[in-house]
């Protein structure tokens, strides 16, 4: 009971986190949620380079996306305490800055429950393509 409790607690606080940084961007939600699918597909992409089935398999995986979310979170709390004072032009450029997959790429690193995941997903589907 405690632990969904606290998952609760967290959620409750990502969405209020969201919300006030849509407001602080004058960006819709589905701005929002656009801008960071977009540069979780473009992290993947410099990440993975060169390895386009494990960034197919990654964009398809739940648990990338729990991890890349919780990874934004993160940053918003930092981004939300720097940005009250600023007037919305810099707001944008910092929040462009915290969350620029090229930089992000460098910094963060999915975990090894998300790539050990997709690796399973991929020698599964190499096994059933080389059976049939």
Known sequence: MQKNTNIMQQQKQVEMMRKRVCYLLNWTVEEYNKYQRKQGCLYLQLKMSGSPQIIDELVESEMFWAWWKNEWAHREYVYVN????????????????????????KDIHPCKVVMEETYKKMIGQVIKNSVL
């Open 82 to 105: 720097s940005a009250d004072i600023l007037y919305l032009p810099n707001r944008l450029k910092l929040y462009y800055h915290y969350n620029d997959a090229e930089i992000l790429v």
